[in-house]
Nanobody, 122 residues
Framework: EVQLQASGGGLVQAGGSLRLSCTAS????????IGWFRQAPGKEREGVSC????????YYADSVKGRFTISIDNAKNTVYLQMNSLKPEDTAVYYC???????????????WGQGTLVTVSS
């Protein structure tokens, strides 16, 4: 059974950092992609970063490029999202999800973690 568990959210001041974790079970990253998405109140879910397990490719939304870094620890079957220089507009519930190839379309993802709340105060 495929499961994803996101964690690491919290309250941080603007300019601060957080590291989100997405621990997976039921599959390995070799043949799948993992995406991080976020959804702020009243807004649509948007893609933040993707990791392609087949070739190790990484992708970032323009809004987070240079501030966020996606990485993987195969031994722990965990994908991380290091978030630096956080801004109030980064406040959202962050989700990790699994698909077969990197995509910004949330409808292409088959499995989702439960979400973790990130709140950035000004």
């Amino acid at each position: 059974e495929v499961q994803l568990q996101a964690s690491g959210g919290g309250l941080v001041q603007a300019g601060g950092s957080l590291r989100l974790s997405c621990t997976a079970s039921g599959f390995t990253f070799d043949n799948y992609a993992i995406g991080w998405f976020r959804q702020a109140p009243g807004k649509e879910r948007e893609g933040v970063s993707c990791f392609g397990g087949t070739d190790g490719s990484t992708y970032y939304a323009d809004s987070v490029k240079g501030r966020f870094t996606i990485s993987i620890d195969n031994a722990k079957n965990t994908v991380y999202l290091q978030m630096n220089s956080l801004k109030p507009e980064d406040t959202a519930v962050y989700y990790c999800a699994q698909t077969t190839r990197p995509s910004w379309d949330p409808y292409e993802y088959d499995y989702w973690g439960q979400g973790t709340l990130v709140t950035v105060s000004s």
